[in-house]
Nanobody, 118 residues
Framework: VQLQASGGGLVQAGNSLRLSCSASGRTFSNYAMYWFRQAPGKEREFVAEISLSGGVDSYADSMKGRFSIFRNNNKNEVYLQMRNVKPEDTAIYYC????????????WGQGTLVTVSS
């Protein structure tokens, strides 16, 4: 599946931002979807995951309660709603996919930059 992330930009601390990721090429509902991020000088880290149907999601501890992942299988899109953003949320955000019954992530989007100003 091919992935295209969008929605990044400059946002003030405390505000909200929604990232989107559009998928094409395969049956979207056959893929669990993820968001990862990579801050300057740091390794890529897990942000959130959502199941094939969207019924189950999970988050990194530091994002619980502030970030929400959801998907629209009719539109082949997955989203990351970011609330009360902090300067430490500044990073390139990547969406990724994992086909059902597989263990490894198989596709990455190109990333979208989020910059949070204090």
């Amino acid at each position: 599946v091919q992935l295209q992330a969008s929605g990044g930009g400059l946002v003030q601390a405390g505000n909200s931002l929604r990232l989107s990721c559009s998928a094409s090429g395969r049956t979207f509902s056959n893929y669990a979807m993820y968001w990862f991020r990579q801050a300057p000088g740091k390794e890529r880290e897990f942000v959130a995951e959502i199941s094939l149907s969207g019924g189950v999601d999970s988050y990194a501890d530091s994002m619980k309660g502030r970030f929400s992942i959801f998907r629209n299988n009719n539109k082949n899109e997955v989203y990351l709603q970011m609330r009360n953003v902090k300067p430490e949320d500044t990073a390139i955000y990547y969406c990724a996919s994992r086909e059902k019954n597989k263990q490894d992530i198989d596709s990455w989007g190109q990333g979208t930059l989020v910059t949070v100003s204090s």
